[in-house]
Nanobody
Framework: QVQLVESGGGLVQAGGSLRLSCAASGSIFSFMGWYRQAPGKQRELVAGITRSGSTNYADSMAGRFTISRDNAKNTVYLQMNSLKPEDTAVYYC???????????WGQGTQVTVSS
């Protein structure tokens, strides 16, 4: 049974930093990543990382956000720097199971950036 536990969201002032964590259990995962959804907007990819460490970022986050993972802990991290009010959203952890490619979603963690 796959479980995802997210942590690290909160309220921060513009220009500040937050670090999100997502601990996965119950399987091995090829892809691990973060999506976000702001009120009234569609869910969008923030960043993703493969098991071998290849990363991809949405253009608006590149240079400010850094994704990393610890395969031994089945945990993915998102370091967010230089946060802007427009980064305010619910951030969701997303993983893809090795072999089956079945996706799983975390419950979401709120990130609020005040101006």
């Amino acid at each position: 049974q796959v479980q995802l536990v997210e942590s690290g969201g909160g309220l921060v002032q513009a220009g500040g930093s937050l670090r999100l964590s997502c601990a996965a259990s119950g399987s091995i995962f090829s892809f691990m990543g973060w999506y976000r959804q702001a009120p009234g907007k569609q869910r969008e990819l923030v960043a993703g990382i493969t098991r071998s460490g290849s990363t991809n970022y949405a253009d608006s986050m590149a240079g400010r956000f850094t994704i990393s993972r610890d395969n031994a802990k089945n945990t993915v991290y998102l370091q967010m720097n230089s946060l802007k009010p427009e980064d305010t959203a619910v951030y969701y952890c997303n993983v893809e199971e090795w072999g089956t490619k079945k996706p799983y979603w975390g419950q979401g963690t709120q990130v609020t950036v005040s101006s």
